[in-house]
């Protein structure tokens, strides 16, 4: 069975840094694309930064200079670097999953709030 399990939420001031681990296990296959979505109270799911196998990335205009993917083929995890996190940024970051078939695979969650 698939799991993908994220680590790292955390109450932070504005200003500070968090950084925000995804693992995935209980497959044998890489991952297509990886990401973190952000889910904010009263608001749909949105996309914060993909990555695929071959390392092309994208993130959401308003994080851009401010987040940093990156990726660990071998391990099958991703990391987000989020810094100078503002109290928009508070959400609950969802870990995503892509295989090369297509399917979706999502973690359960782990909570940022910035507080101002």
């Known amino acids: 069975q698939v799991q993908l399990v994220e680590s790292g939420g955390s109450l932070v001031q504005a200003g500070g840094s968090l950084s925000l681990s995804c693992a995935a296990s209980?497959?044998?296959?890489?991952?297509?694309?990886m990401g973190w979505y952000s889910q904010a109270p009263g608001k749909e799911r949105e996309l914060v930064a993909i990555?695929?196998?071959?390392?092309?990335?994208n993130y959401r205009d308003s994080v851009k200079g401010r987040f940093t993917i990156s990726r660990d083929n071998v391990k099958n995890t991703i990391h987000l670097q989020m810094n100078d996190l503002q109290p928009e940024d508070t959400a609950v970051y969802y870990c995503?999953?892509?295989?090369?078939?297509?399917?979706?695979?999502w973690g359960q969650g782990t909570q940022v709030t910035v507080s101002s």
């Open positions: 209980g497959m044998i296959f890489i991952m297509n694309v």
């Open positions: 990555i695929n196998r071959g390392g092309d990335i």
């Open positions: 995503h999953g892509q295989s090369i078939g297509g399917r979706d695979y």
